[in-house]
């Protein structure tokens, strides 16, 4: 199959469909031994300093993989990528726009999936018949999740490696099924993590920093047990069809359409408090003053811009928030004790 660079979550199933192996660009640059010197060939090649490092990164994995396709997102994602997709072209890729709708409407979305199968030569008849042979993968990353938070049995961090690269299912999607059915079906390597710890959600985009975010926070006595975008990344209401699968998927949509996810998902996971990521010159950092208003739980706002590993700033930030969140939870404790004397 070809390469085919996708800038976010996309309607993998009409990229398949069309004979495409979908390459979620934002995983390549993460995992890349030097993402650095990626976004330093953007950098050459003329992109502002003050540009969001995904942007950047992107633009060099295109170059430097040898990615010649790439589905560019225009609407719902990132407003950068309409430039992206300008200089991609400029540079004699095939770089192809996709809009989601405005809002999660199954009839809209059903037109620009049909719009996205003519430009690619498929259709959505095709794409459908993808979409029945990807749930397996889907439903098994979904179970991980579910073992994450309700049996405390999968750290954060895996919770976040098998929820992200659902995006592309690790660009194999039978691969993906395989090593994720084997880890599920293996035995316990390690007793479920205490019922008393911390139990943090994480929303916003990926980490840049995220390789070591999770270890950090387990290490001081916390957990993610919620991942909020790369669980949308699953697919976790995938409707009847297609349309209704990514109308549903809430990221590329208003934040009070994530918000009905996430303040449904916060109760159920029993979840102490939130860290909200915002990327460095990232139009969503505005977003922060509306996630605060309306989690109904303390928020730690974290920022990264291009160090993909954890420093002291950060460090102290995460730790005085858990110890704060500690706090909280002893001196609730002594006032619920104190009420019953
Ligand atoms: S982090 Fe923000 S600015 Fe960067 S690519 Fe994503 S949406 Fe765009």
């Known amino acids: 199959m070809k390469k085919i660079g996708i800038t976010t979550t996309v309607p993998v199933e009409v990229l398949m469909a069309a004979g495409y192996q979908p390459v979620d660009l934002n995983n390549v640059l993460v995992t890349d031994p030097n993402p650095g010197r990626l976004i330093a060939i953007a950098e050459r090649a003329g992109f502002p300093l003050n540009c969001c490092s ?33 200089v991609l072209r400029l540079k004699g890729l095939n770089a192809i726009p996709f809009a989601y709708p405005d809002r999660p409407d199954p009839s809209l979305m059903r037109t620009a999936l049909e ?17 029945e042979q990807l749930h397996e993968g889907r439903d098994l990353a979904l179970k991980l999740d579910e073992l994450t938070w309700r049996r405390n049995t999968v750290s954060g961090k895996e919770n976040h490696l098998w929820l992200v690269t659902a995006s592309d299912f690790n660009q194999d999607y039978r691969k993906y099924c395989r090593e994720l ?47 909020e975008v790369q669980r949308q990344f699953a697919m976790p209401e995938p409707g009847a069809d297609l349309a209704s699968q990514y109308a549903n998927y809430t990221y590329p949509y208003s934040i009070q359409d994530r918000l009905k996810d996430i303040k449904a998902e916060l109760p159920r996971r029993n979840i102490d408090g939130v860290i909200h990521y915002v990327q ?38 995460v730790e005085a928030f858990l110890d704060m969140l500690e706090r909280s939870r002893q001196l609730l404790k002594q006032k619920t004790s104190l009420r019953r004397l």
């Open 54 to 86: 995904w942007i950047k990164g992107i633009y060099g994995v295109c170059l430097d993989y040898g990615i010649e396709h790439i589905l560019c997102v225009t609407g719902g994602d990132c407003s950068n990528t309409v430039m992206l997709m300008e």
């Open 181 to 227: 059915r084997d880890r599920l079906e293996a035995p316990p390597t390690r007793p479920p993590y205490p019922a008393g710890e911390l139990r943090l959600a994480y929303i916003g985009v990926p980490a840049v920093y995220a390789g070591e975010l999770y270890d950090f926070i387990e290490k001081h006595g916390a957990r993610v047990v919620f991942n």
């Open 280 to 317: 460095a010159f990232c139009h969503r950092g505005i977003g922060d003053i509306v996630f605060r208003e309306a989690v109904g739980r303390p928020v730690l706002t974290l920022e990264g811009n291009d160090d993909f590993f954890l420093n002291t700033h950060v460090k102290t930030r």
């Open 115 to 131: 719009g996205l199968a003519a430009a690619l030569g498929t259709t959505l008849e095709a794409a459908e018949g993808v979409r």
